[in-house]
């Protein structure tokens, strides 16, 4: 079993940034990719973004492309999402996932295996 825990989210103004961090403990397999995604009051959870286990290949959806950037650190099996130029429409709660024994990003939520709990982003025009 794998545990997905999400830090750093918060309120901040339009324009502003935010740093999500999403940490994996417990049985984490050794390839897997991870990913972000949202969702905001009455509507349906979205793709944010996702990175392969290298990080060298990364998704992005349309809507954050140019503004959020997505890592990851193995050593410490953790992912982060830097937000930039935040956007009332960015407000959402945030989730990380996991994707065990795939090394490629995906943008389909129904791959992902575990889900943190989530945390709560909200931007202010």
């Known amino acids: 079993q794998v545990q997905l825990v999400e830090t750093g989210g918060g309120l901040v103004q339009a324009g502003g940034s935010l740093r999500l961090s999403c940490a994996a403990s417990?049985?984490?397999?050794?390839?897997?990719?991870m990913g972000w995604f949202r969702q905001a009051p009455g509507k349906e959870r979205e793709f944010v973004a996702a990175i392969s286990m290298s990080g060298w290949g990364t998704l992005y959806a349309d809507s954050v492309k140019g503004r959020f950037t997505i890592s990851r650190d193995n050593a410490k099996k953790s992912e982060y999402l830097q937000m930039n130029s935040l956007q009332p429409e960015d407000t959402a709660v945030y989730y990380c996932?996991?994707?065990?024994?795939?090394?490629?990003?995906?943008?389909?939520?129904?791959?992902?295996?575990?889900w943190g709990q989530g945390t709560q982003v909200t931007v202010s025009s």
């Open positions: 417990g049985r984490t397999p050794s390839i897997y990719t």
């Open positions: 996932a996991l994707d065990i024994a795939s090394a490629r990003p995906t943008r389909s939520s129904s791959l992902y295996d575990y």
